[in-house]
């Protein structure tokens, strides 16, 4: 157990519906990253939140959204869900914002979209 | 801008054996540069980092990366691979100066064999 938290662990539901992903980010850790992760484009980074404010956003598309909470849990919106949105959704964290002190990645969330 | 590469989908290696997992990255300032692994239905563990100093990183379970300046490279080795190393091997760097969020490579799929 990494110490980050999603859920739910797996997700199916048809096109042009709307999920929210969560993530609890390991205990002391402020800084909260969303990745999808599919076959063919690899690992993209979505967005970042520290300590509840965006911080850097990726290719993320204007269909998503996200939010991180006083108690430092995120959600990631999906909406008006597509086939090609099917992939693994990742939260990572880190005490810190950036990558220098190494993120802990959460198991993610298996979202398919029929 | 930052990017880095993988040019090996896949690399085979007999347990053992030595094993190289190859990395090479284009940054504009310092690169930062990290090595991540990801199992079956697990997220990504990171192993290592570069930040600066000797250029021989040592990491988790037995793992070193060699940095390279002059030809761009972060390769990951181990000196004796086993089976249970079969795993996604990610590259990632960060340009020291500019955006702390890491760019990933697309991966490495290692197979040990018995």
């Known amino acids: 157990d990494s110490g980050v938290t999603q859920t739910p662990k797996h997700l199916i539901t048809a096109t042009g519906q709307r999920v929210t992903l969560r993530c609890s980010p390991r205990s002391g850790d402020l800084s909260v990253y969303w990745y999808q992760q599919s076959l063919d484009q690899g690992l993209q980074f979505l967005i970042q939140y520290y300590n509840g404010e965006e911080r850097a956003k990726g290719n993320i598309l204007e269909r998503f959204s996200a939010q991180q909470f006083p108690d430092l849990h995120s959600e990631l919106n999906l909406s008006s869900l597509e086939l090609g949105d099917s992939a693994l959704y990742f939260c990572?964290?880190?005490?810190?914002?950036?990558?220098?002190?190494?993120?802990?990645f959460g198991s993610g969330t298996r979202l398919t979209v029929v | 801008a930052q990017s880095v590469a993988q040019p090996e989908d896949q690399v085979n290696v007999a347990e053992g054996n030595p094993l190289t997992v190859k990395c090479t990255y284009s940054v504009s300032g310092n690169p930062y540069l990290f090595w991540y692994v990801q199992y079956p239905n697990r997220g990504l563990q990171f192993l290592l980092k570069?930040?600066?100093?000797?250029?021989l990183v040592k990491g988790s379970y037995g793992f070193e990366a060699e940095f390279n300046k002059s030809q761009t490279s972060f390769h990951l080795k181990k000196p004796s691979a086993l089976v249970s190393d079969s795993a996604l091997y990610f590259c990632?760097?960060?340009?020291?100066?500019?955006?702390?969020?890491?760019?990933f490579g697309r991966g490495t799929s290692l197979i040990v064999h018995p």
């Open positions: 990632a760097v960060r340009d020291g100066g500019g955006s702390y969020i890491p760019t």
């Open positions: 990572a964290s880190s005490v810190r914002e950036g990558a220098n002190y190494g993120y802990t």
């Open positions: 570069y930040i600066t100093g000797d250029n």
